[in-house]
């Protein structure tokens, strides 16, 4: 009986601690089997990571590749200052490059040379045969002027011409005698006419030619002109002659503010609106005025 | 073989394997016992016969339960009393109790005839139940069971000596009880008496007949858990304790193992879990900083290819552009375009053009101007190579003119402290003949012949500032001199004066610190533009300019300087 106590105490204990030991070794295989769930998460998750680096690593690569086969970008300053920039206002560099793109040198063409007009703006040629009243061959040559067109400019030139002597005829001041003054001949200044002869004539030339070659023979060539013929008011002295006899019969022209000088055959006569009054100078005055213009001196 | 040893294999015989020989043996060997017990308690034959009969009944149920230690002999004494009280204590008991007083003079002596130990037979189970049980059963086995000294040590595990001393003490113990109950003449003798004489001796007959009830009411052989059981009942205490603890320290152990493997699997897991956190950790910047240049890289390849097809576009658009602008160049029936940025002029008109011209087509120290380049149709090439050519030109001119200044000085007059006068000396006309054909050479030879009338053309017309076309200076004809001084002013500080003479004359003032050292506090600006616009305009000669500034360092250090202080 006694071993029978003995036994189920034994066992009892044993079966006690068997509990507890497995209670307690449940508990840590419960926690082993989390652990295990949590770690083999982890894992997955290392893997996927793994293997997103992997394939971001091969994609890091590619793009590396990519990048270093693309072709290098060489931005074209040239052809960007052409687009932003009004491209005739290019710095001369910027020009000669423009011209060794587009192979324009002296060996391009045996017969031309293309430049650019910013050049013919710079040379600022005289244009206008002012004795001929006629366009030069060189600018009817640069400027490509068609026989049309140079017509249509020299009878620009030519009406101008006509109505600013209409106008000066119509405004020419005589006075003399008086004194010893035999006689003085004078334009007044008239904006209005100024502007309104340089405004016809200026827009006759953009009619033959467009704006652009308008504006390149206006200025300055044309504009010169104009001052020449007095059109255009450019020097501060009023256009006036007179003509003086002195007391032992010698006639002396004095204009501009210059010292009087001797009036004889060949004197220079003022530039200016009186020409378009007295066309052949001293001698239509004289023949005007019914004097007769001595002898030019004979060179020494 | 010990007497314990073999009453336990006997039952074992039974039990496991019913063999019911085995069990009559055990009751032969104990039934003296048992009936003796009885009959002293029950004082009846038949009773304790009964009495026998119901010890071994339940003997045979129980015999699973002994252990090779425990002691059949006591455990027999015990159930024989305990089954002899409540046979008294039944109502049958009781009448054959009264029935049969007289009978009792047949079966034991009377207390006539033994009064000295007669009167402790009713105490003499008491007496020994009192005993310790090894003790007890050293009685039993000695009076009750006839066995020799030798025997009962053998039963009780120890020597024949030994026994004899237990037998002896334990009946000296029992007198020690009898005399605590009041029996003052009780002794060892009579105790003894007491025992011998109430032991009996039984017939084979009662043997077999108390054994043939035992087995009748006894189970079958025992089987499965019982057999079991009884197998264990079987055991000793240590062994059934070394039983217990291996059937428990298996399990236990085996959880025990698997908790320690648990906990061991749970501590690599969480070092693994640790592990990989921080693998994941890492491998998480890592991936950051991989996204993040992955996306750069993609960000870069997306504008690298924008870019690439904006190139392309703007390179298409450029030739197509270059197209546009050459065609209508170049054809036959060229007329001027509005839109164009180019005229085509015929070489024809160029000596002509370049004649009339209003700009100089060079300029020192050694410049191509850009419309004359475009109108000789000037590669990069051929522009450097004039201009390297220029350079040297103007760059000899200056050297000659720097040899030929000669310096001077004047009377001190006024506020004038300090003069000097530099005179740049005409050149020599053969020296200048020679610079001058070395660069028409030069420049002749990288424009060829066709070319050449162009620049001949030009360089026939003499017009223009100093310096100029010809190539040569008008300053090498007509010298020039500049003189510079310096003089105090009301507030006695020195200032500095200035007049050039020869094609350009000129002149003025200025403050005399603009021409301090650089870091010197008292410096004043404008020493370095001093007359510089005037050989940039090929107006003055830069030796010339140079020396002059030079005197004029001198004298504001010595002036105003550092070293004037006190």
């Known amino acids: ?300 | 073989m010990n007497e314990r040893r073999r009453d336990f294999e006997l039952l074992q015989r039974f039990t496991r394997h019913g063999e019911q020989a085995a069990f009559t043996d055990v009751v032969r060997r104990h039934l003296d016992l048992v009936f003796a017990t009885a009959m002293r308690k029950v004082e009846d034959t038949g009773a304790a016969q009964e009495v026998a009969q119901n010890v071994f009944a339940a003997l045979a149920r129980k015999a699973w339960r002994f252990a090779p230690d425990d002691s059949l002999p006591a455990w027999l004494h015990k159930a024989a009393l305990l089954e002899s009280t409540s046979w008294l204590r039944s109502e049958l008991g009781r009448r054959r109790r009264e029935e049969t007083a007289s009978e009792l003079g047949t079966t034991m002596k009377t207390p006539e005839d033994q009064p000295a130990f007669h009167a402790l037979v009713p105490l003499l189970d008491e007496a020994l139940l009192s005993l310790r049980e090894k003790d007890r059963v050293a009685l039993l086995l000695r009076f009750y069971e006839s066995q020799s000294l030798r025997e009962v040590g053998e039963a009780l595990g120890a020597g024949e000596d030994a026994a004899r001393k237990r037998v002896q003490g334990a009946l000296e113990k029992i007198t020690e009880f009898f005399k605590r109950r009041g029996f003052k003449t009780a002794s060892v003798a009579a105790a003894t008496a007491a025992l011998q004489h109430t032991t009996v001796a039984t017939s084979t007959a009662m043997v077999n007949a108390v054994a043939g009830v035992a087995l009748a009411v006894a189970p079958p052989a025992l089987v499965g858990l019982s057999a079991l059981l009884a197998r264990l009942a079987s055991l000793s205490k240590v062994q059934t304790a070394a039983v217990c603890v291996a059937l428990t320290a298996v399990p236990v152990g085996w959880q025990l193992n698997a908790r320690q493997a648990a906990g061991a699997e749970v501590k690599r897991l969480q070092e693994q879990r640790l592990a990989t956190q921080n693998e994941a950790s890492t491998l998480r910047a890592e991936l950051d900083r991989v996204r993040a240049e992955a996306a750069r890289l993609k960000q870069s390849v997306a504008q690298a290819t924008e870019a690439a097809a904006r190139a392309a576009a703007s390179a298409q658009a450029f030739a197509d552009w270059k197209q546009r602008v050459r065609a209508p160049l170049l054809a036959a029936d060229y007329r001027w375009d509005d839109n164009s940025l180019f005229v085509r002029i015929p070489k024809s008109v160029l000596p002509e053009l370049c004649e009339r011209s209003n700009p100089d087509p060079f300029s020192p120290p050694g410049v191509v101007e850009s419309y004359a380049r475009e109108l000789m149709g000037l590669t990069y090439a051929e522009r450097q190579a004039v201009e390297t050519a220029l350079q040297r030109h103007f760059a000899s001119l200056e050297e000659q003119l720097a040899a030929g200044i000669r310096e001077t000085n004047k009377p001190l007059s006024g506020r004038i402290v300090a003069n000097r006068k530099f005179d740049l000396q005409p050149a020599m006309k053969g020296s200048l003949s020679n610079l001058l054909g070395l660069v028409l050479t030069n420049v002749r030879g990288v424009l060829g012949e066709e070319r050449w009338p162009l620049v001949k053309a030009r360089l026939g017309k003499r017009r223009g500032p100093v310096m100029s076309g010809d190539l040569s200076s008008g300053l090498t004809e007509t010298g020039q001199s500049l003189e510079v001084w310096v003089e105090t002013n009301d507030g006695g500080t020195p200032t500095m004066g200035y007049g050039l003479g020869g094609a350009v004359a000129t002149g003025g003032s200025g403050a005399l610190s603009m021409f301090l050292p650089e870091g010197d506090p008292k410096r004043t600006t404008g020493g370095d533009e001093f007359l510089s616009s005037f050989v940039q305009g090929g107006f003055l000669s830069n030796a010339l300019r140079q020396r002059a500034v030079a005197w004029l360092q001198e004298q504001a250090i010595v002036r105003l300087g550092e070293k004037e202080k006190p």
């Open chain 1, 1 to 300: 009986m006694n071993n029978i106590l003995l036994a189920f105490a034994i066992l009892g204990a044993g079966a006690g601690g068997f509990l507890t030991t497995r209670q307690s070794a449940s508990q840590f295989q419960r926690e082993a089997q989390g652990l295990r769930e949590a770690w083999l998460a982890q894992t997955q998750q290392v893997a996927a990571a793994q293997s997103e680096q992997a394939n971001l690593t091969e994609r890091v690569r590619e793009l590396k590749q990519t990048l270093a086969q693309t072709p290098g970008v060489v931005e074209n300053a040239l052809w960007s200052a052409l687009q932003t920039n009004r491209a005739n206002q290019l710095a001369p560099e910027m020009r000669e490059r423009l011209m060794e793109e587009l192979g324009f040198n002296w060996k391009a063409s045996t017969d031309y040379i293309v430049v650019s007009k910013e050049t013919i703006r710079r040379l600022q040629m005289d244009i206008i045969n002012e004795w001929k009243g006629e366009l030069t061959k060189t600018a009817t040559t640069v400027f490509a002027l068609t026989p049309e067109e140079r017509s249509q400019f020299e009878a620009a030139m030519q009406r101008a011409r006509m109505d600013f002597k209409e106008w000066a005829l119509a405004h020419v001041e005589r006075t003399g005698p008086k004194d010893d003054v035999l006689v003085k001949y004078s334009l007044p200044t008239d904006r209005v006419m100024s502007q309104t002869l340089s405004n016809n004539f200026f827009t006759a030339l953009v009619a033959a030619l467009g704006l652009e070659r308008a504006q390149l023979t206006m200025f300055p060539s044309a504009y010169n002109w104009m001052c020449q013929l007095g059109i255009l008011d450019c020097t501060p002295l009023p256009a006036t002659i007179l003509v003086r006899r002195q007391v032992d019969g010698r006639l002396k022209a004095s204009w501009g503010g210059f010292p009087p000088s001797d009036l004889t055959k060949g004197a220079s006569f003022p530039r200016g609106g009186l020409r378009s009054v007295f066309p052949n100078g001293w001698a239509d005055v004289a023949e005007r005025e019914g004097f007769e213009l001595p002898p030019a001196p004979k060179k020494k």
